[in-house]
Structures are given as C-alpha cells and as structure tokens.
C-alpha cells in the first residue's frame, strides 16, 4: 500500500473501533521502516563491496556453490560512518511516518466523528418524520379548499330546493280534524241514566269538537244502541249525520230495558258500528257500556249465568278478533269507558288486538289486567339518546286505544268525548302529514290529503327493516368497543355571543343562521341501538373528547347534506328562542336544545355518505306535544311540562305568528328534534315537519294557556287564530349576554358570567364538561416549518370542539404565513367579531 494513498471510502463509511485504526496505523509504519531500512541499506554500500559481491555471486552461480550463508559469510561490515548515516536516515523516516500515522488518525477519527453526526441527524429526521406521521401530517383546510364546501353546500341546498318544492299543507287542518265519531251504547236496563247523559251532552259535545277546531271542522255523529238477542229490537242504528238534534232526537227513542243474562250482545253492535258509513280521516267509537260480550273468554262468571257460554256460539256466530281486525283496517281509534269491572277482561283482549297493530294502547291502572298489559304491549324503539319515551307515544301516527274513566260523573263524558276526539285527529295528521312526505319524496305531487285514503299505518319506528339492534349497555371505555373510525367532513353550528338582536336577525333570515365547517374523526358502534323508517342510530365518541354522541345516518340513499343543514339550523334557531325564553322565567322551566352537526364521509374512507352527530342524552324520553296538536296530559301538574307547551306558545308570540316552535320531547330540560312551524312558505321546506299555517291552527286548537303563558303576558289564543286578527306583546326585556359552550358539538346555553374562560382563548366560554378537557389533552407538537425542528404545546380538545385539524406550524409561523385563520362559513368567526368590537370599544 503507499505511503501517501487515501483509505478506501468503505473504510472511512466503516464503523471501524479506535483498535483497529490503530492496529492499521502500526501495519503501515512497520512496512514503512523495512522498505526504508532495506532502501538504506542499498544505498549506501560501497561500489567496491558490490563488484565483489557481484563476482563472488556469480562464481558461485557458475560453479554451483551454495549461495546462503557462504554468500554472506563474505560479506564485510559496512564502515562505521555508513552505520551511522542509515540510523540517522530511518530515525528522520519513523519521525516521518509516525508523523503521517497521526495524521491519518485524526482524519480517520474526524470521518468516524462526521459519519456518526450524520447517522444521527438521519436517525432524528426519521424520528421526527414518523412522530409527525403519528400526529398527521393534514396542516388544516385551505381557504381555497372551504369556499369550495361552502359553494359546494349552496349548490345542494338550491337543488334540493327545486328537486322538493314546499308540499302543500293548505286544508290539512280540516281534513285531519273533520271527525266521524260513533257512540256504542249498551241500552239495557242498566245503562238509562248513561244513554240521558248522552243525549244531553251530545249537543255540547258536537259544539266543543267543533270550537276545539276552531269551526273549521265536519263533526259527523253516528249512534249505535245494542241489547241482547232476545230482545226486540237488538240493535238500533242511526248512521252519520251533522246535526245534533237528529243525533238528539235518536236517543230520547232509545229505551234502556231488556238484558237477561249478565252479557250483552257486544259483538253485534260492534258489527254494526263498523258498517256505517265511514267518510272522514279521523274516526272514533266511545264505547259506553257495563257489561262483558258473551263467551267465558270475556269473563268468570259462572255458565249459568251467560246463555251462551261457549265463545262464538251466538245466533250470529261472530267473534271479537275478526271484528277488531275490520276496525283497525278502517283506521278506527275506539275509547271503551269504564263504569265497571266486569268489562276489564274485555278490554284487555281488545287492546291485544290493537296491540299487534301496533296502535297506542293504555288501560286504566285499575283495570284487573293492567300488569300482563303492560308487559305484553308494544314498547316502541326510538332514534333519541338512550332511554324510553315514558307515558303515550301519542303524537305520532298510531291509532289510540284508550281506556278511560267514566264511572258515576255522568258530566265528565263530555269532557272525554272530546279529549279522545282530539287525540285522535292528532294521530291522523301525523299519518295525513307522513303520506306527503313519502308521496312527495317518491317525486309526486299530494294534490290534497282529501283525496288520500289511509288505511293504518304503523308509526315510523315500526315501518323497518328487520335489523338486529344494540341491546346491551353501551361500553364507552372499553378498547374497540366503537369498532367502526370514519373519517367526516360537514358544518357545524357558528357558536356566537347572542345580544339583543341576535335573534330577531335569524328570523329575519337564514343566512344570518350561521354554520362553520367541521373536519372529525368519529369512532362508533358498527350495530346499531335504534331505528327509524329511514335512519339508523348508534352510540359514538369524537376522537378527543370525553363526550358522548350519537350517530345517526340513513339506511338507503336517503336525504342530503342540504337536508340535514336545514335541520340544523332549525336546531340553532329554536336554540336562540330558548335562550330568551331562559331569561324571562324561573331557572326551574329553563330550556335547551342539544346541537345536531351534519356530515358525510370522506371518498374512500367510508361507506356512510351522509350522517348527523348529536350529544347522547341519557334517561327517560318525555314526549311534551308534537306538530299536529297532541298535548302531553299524562303529566299536567309537571312545571316542566307546563315550560315546554308555554315555550312554543312563547315563540310564536315573540316572532309575532312568523314561527312556533313544538314537538317538543327529550330527558329532563333538554329537548332534542323540534319542529318549526313558518309562516314563509319558503322557510325550512326541506324539513317534512313544517306545516306551516295549518301547524298553528293544530298548536291553538289543543294549546291551553298556563300560568307562564300568563307571566310572559302572551297576548294571542285560539279566538284569534278564528278569526285571523292577532295582537301580540309589543316590548320584549333586554336580555343579559348569554352564550353557548364553545364546543360546537356541545353548544350547552351557559351564562356569560359563569361560563369557565382561560386567557389563552379570549372570547371563548366553556361549560363545566368541557372546560377541564382543555387543559387534559395538551400535547407537545412538532412545528413543520422550515428551520430548525421545534415543539409547540397545543390543546388536541380545542380543535376538535371548533371542527378543525391540530395546526401543523406553531403560532409564530402561522401569524407568518397568514393560514391561521378559519372563520365561519357564512360569516365572520366569533373571534373576528370579538375583535372588530374591540376596535370600537377603542
């Protein structure tokens, strides 16, 4: 190897140790002196010893002499003075060459120094690229990107506005309310002083009914009188009629006589009931009676007392399931009024009936069957946060069967009568209501629900597919528990300080309804706990938050993200009336709305295109009213309960009749899924349901105005919607400043002056769920821009509550580059507005 030549660059790559540097080092020194020692050596022998040696060599060649040792015995020492020149020379050489050694040292060692720095560096950049991959490596959404999903948004929305036009509900008020109501009365004996209260209540009962639809409802009235099979006549018929004197007249003809046995001839008046002539939408049977129909099925008397003991062995061989059958086909909704107990039994089967037909069904706690009842009636799934709805499920479009109290207050029938009339012309506008949504949606046009014959339709829960739902309690905190991640984008709600105007201005328009976008990743249950007709409900979490969530997303090709943003902002709008409402009453009848955020998933990441994401509510469902004029009466001395219905009588006064909010239900004082009434055909009519006018005229027609309504100094009534002259509450208080929880997927109300707030984020408020997250999820984040690497600490929490992506820069970049911005999508950013109020206040 020369002296002077360069390691080869696997050696200086090598990760050679200090030994073998030094074990290569001392090789090349020792080659070093013996090439120098023999060159020395060479050169400095006499050319007198050379010519000898060269003869004495060559003779000895020639003469075949060993040339060893006899050669060098030969040979003569060198002089001294040679002797010492070679040692002078070779010490000058291992100088030079221990010289060169070090030298090489060093530069090996400086490689080894440089090769070691950049495997570190490297190390540290693949460290740094894989920790920035673990975190994500999405800096957040361009401003480029969000016009886009906000153009994207308002082309959706338009379309959806001409692909639906606003469906007619002009005439549904009438048409739902027009009633055929049929009274079945046993005329025996025993019944006389039942049948005077009758005919003297009917005018009374006709003219509640009517008034109770504000006049604007056909009230038909049909009568049938039944006694036992020995009796002549046994059945006394008269068909619908409008006029309460015929209906007047008939029963001063009925005679209460006759019987016998202990059972009457039930069956053949129902028989008779059912051929009458049926007309209107809503149809009912009060049936007035003491006694069981003949058969042991219906009762335990003994068989001496029933001369037809063995059920289906009467003259005209009928039997009750058949008959019911009939009933629920002709969408009868039939109220048995209890005077006595030998009628339970009777009662009981009949509910079964209308049990299997899905129908709301509830007896009377008295009843002797009413355990086995209310184990074997329908329990109804929902597409709410996690519990039951608790008392009637009324309000939706089942048929009622209700038993009810008449006892010996021969003047409550009049009460009765119309309650349950009310009732059920309730249920059928919902069915009405439904049957133009799914005309409408299937891409035809309801002419008008005249024309629409319904025969009964199970409510929307029953109306699905068989799916295997959830049924175990939700295991939140256990690992993959929530098995499905999707990957979302939508818009939220705008979280915004509301003042005085604030919500005078969502009214004014929905532009002023403000959203912002929203970027989520979601982890949620794969098997649903809940369905509707059209939608799947299953337990989920955001990736951050604590919280609790539902996710609810359509089964088929279902509605849009246009349609779920009108809903939302029904949500957001309802939420400001709640929040002056709030300021006006007790904290005891305060009100909120949990927020919806409306989503689809991302291309490739998912199968679910569109979906809504709702804080789970956990605890009893309580339905309040509904769109169509039910009213919660199961719980009348309820404070809240008498909130809620003062609540949407409030909101159509402070809107001066513009809008009325109702459906009103959810678990303690938070309600979910409202509904709007408009007076504007052209407010919220992707939403099914807005019945606009008609929705008021149902409201008023069941609405009855209760001490808040009184406290509040609400001004408008049912006299007015008769005549269509309204006076409204002209001054409304100014309210103090009230927010809603930061969290865009929270938007808990909470008190400016109580709301949690940190210096870090002026201008945003907390509730108490949400403001310990802040602070909990802090992590250290790896800055991304150019320069050297750095960390920055940031709250993963915060983020995500406002729908957005962690920042991949640290604040200092990101003021540099000016991308640190991220405003609402139709309006300026709360932090925005907070800071051009600051400006003025200057």
Not at 22 to 37: E, P, V, Y
Not at 264 to 289: F, M, P, Y
Not at 563 to 584: G, I, P, S, V, W
Not at 602 to 628: C, D, F, Q, R, W
Request: net charge positive; proline share 4%; glycine share 6%.
């Amino acid at each position: 190897m020369p002296l002077h030549s360069t390691p080869p660059a696997s050696m200086s790559r090598s990760r050679a140790s200090s030994n073998d540097i030094q074990s290569l080092a001392d090789q090349m020194l020792r080659n070093s002196i013996s090439r120098s020692s023999i060159s020395s050596t060479s050169t400095k022998v006499p050319s007198s010893y050379s010519r000898s040696n060269a003869s004495d060599e060559s003779t000895s060649n020639q003469t075949g002499s060993p040339t060893g040792p006899n050669r060098l015995s030969k040979l003569r020492p060198p002089p001294a003075s040679a002797t010492s020149s070679t040692s002078s020379v070779a010490r000058s050489r291992l100088r030079e060459v221990e010289a060169e050694r070090d030298e090489l040292l060093r530069a090996v060692e400086a490689e080894q120094v440089k090769v070691s720095e950049m495997r570190r560096k490297a190390d540290e950049e693949r460290a740094v690229a894989e920790r920035i991959k673990k975190e994500g490596g999405v800096s957040g959404l361009s401003p480029s990107d969000a016009k886009r999903r906000v153009r994207d948004l308002k082309r959706e929305e338009i379309a959806a506005g001409f692909e639906t036009p606003r469906r007619s509900t002009v005439g549904l008020f009438k048409v739902a309310c027009s009633t055929d109501l049929l009274f079945l009365i046993d005329t025996t004996s025993s019944m006389k002083k039942y049948i005077t209260a009758a005919k003297d209540q009917v005018k009374s009962i006709m003219y509640d009914i009517k008034k109770t639809f504000l006049n604007e409802a056909e009230v038909r009235i049909a009568v049938v009188g039944y006694k036992d099979h020995a009796n002549n006549p046994n059945i006394e018929f008269l068909d619908f009629t409008t006029s309460a004197e015929q209906v007047h007249s008939f029963l001063d003809k009925l005679t209460a006589k006759g019987g016998g046995d202990t059972p009457e001839d039930v069956l053949g008046g129902i028989q008779q009931a059912i051929n009458a002539s049926w007309k209107h939408q809503t149809r009912c049977i009060i049936h007035i009676a003491d006694a069981p129909p003949h058969g042991r099925t219906f009762h335990d008397y003994d068989e001496d007392e029933d001369d037809y003991y063995e059920t289906g062995s009467e003259p005209h061989r009928l039997t009750y399931k058949p008959l019911l059958s009939k009933m629920i086909g002709l969408s009868i909704n039939y109220i048995p009024l209890n005077i006595r107990s030998s009628t339970d039994r009777t009662v009981y089967l009949f509910s079964k009936e209308y049990a299997a037909a899905s129908s709301d069904c509830k007896l009377l706690s008295s009843n002797k069957y009413y355990k086995e009842a209310s184990s074997e009636l329908r329990i109804s799934n929902n597409l709410r946060g996690g519990g039951r709805p608790r008392g009637p499920t009324s309000a939706k479009g089942e048929l009622l069967f209700e038993e009810l109290k008449l006892g010996t207050s021969y003047s409550a029938l009049r009460h009765l009568v119309v309650r349950s009339v009310t009732s059920s012309a309730s249920r059928t506008a919902v069915r009405l209501s439904a049957a133009a949504s799914r005309t409408s949606s299937a891409g035809g046009l309801m002419k008008s629900p005249l024309v629409t014959y319904l025969a009964p339709i199970k409510e929307d829960e029953d109306r699905v597919d068989k799916i295997c739902l959830e049924e175990i309690t939700p295991q939140w905190d256990t690992p993959g528990w929530l098995d499905e991640r999707l990957v979302v984008q939508g818009f939220s709600p705008e979280v915004i300080v509301h003042g005085a105007n604030t919500l005078n201005d969502m009214m004014a328009d929905d532009k002023n309804i403000k959203l912002s976008i929203t970027d989520l990743t979601i982890h949620k249950r794969s098997k649903p706990f809940a369905q509707g007709e059209i939608r799947l409900a299953s337990y989920a979490r955001v990736a951050v938050s604590t919280n609790r969530f539902v996710a609810k997303s359509f089964k088929k090709d279902g509605k849009g993200l246009a349609h779920l943003a009108e809903d939302m902002r029904c949500q957001t709008l309802c939420k400001a009336f709640a929040l002056e409402f709030n300021a006006l009453v007790s904290s005891k009848h305060s009100i909120d709305f949990i927020v919806t955020t409306c989503l689809k998933g991302m291309s490739g990441t998912s199968a679910v295109e569109h979906m809504s994401l709702e804080p789970y509510i956990h605890g009893t469902y309580i339905k309040y009213n509904n769109n169509s004029g039910y009213v919660n009466q199961d719980i009348p001395n309820d404070e809240f309960n008498k909130a809620a219905q003062a609540f949407s009588h409030f909101t159509f006064e402070r809107s001066s009749g513009e809008f009325l909010v109702c459906d009103l239900q959810g678990v303690g004082q938070v309600l979910t899924d409202p509904a709007i009434h408009t007076l504007d055909p052209n407010r919220f009519k992707l939403v099914d349901t807005n019945l606009g006018e008609d929705g008021f005229k149902f409201f008023f027609a069941a609405h009855d105005c209760n001490k808040i309504c009184e406290k509040l100094e609400l001004k408008s009534n049912k006299e007015m919607m008769m005549s269509n002259s309204f006076r409204f509450r002209d001054l409304w208080p100014t309210l103090d400043k009230t927010v809603c929880c930061s969290n865009k997927l929270c938007g808990k109300i909470v008190s400016v002056s109580i709301s949690r707030k940190s210096p870090e984020l002026p201008g945003y408020h907390w509730c108490n769920v949400c403001w310990p997250q802040l602070s909990a999820s802090r992590v250290d984040w790896i800055c991304i821009a150019p320069g050297p690497h750095h960390e920055f600490n940031v709250s993963r929490f915060f983020y995500e509550s406002q729908g957005q992506v962690m920042p991949r820069k640290c604040h200092k970049h990101r003021e540099k580059d000016g991308t640190t911005a991220r405003t609402a999508v139709v309006s300026r950013s709360l932090w925005t507005v907070l800071k051009s109020a600051t400006r003025k206040k200057s």
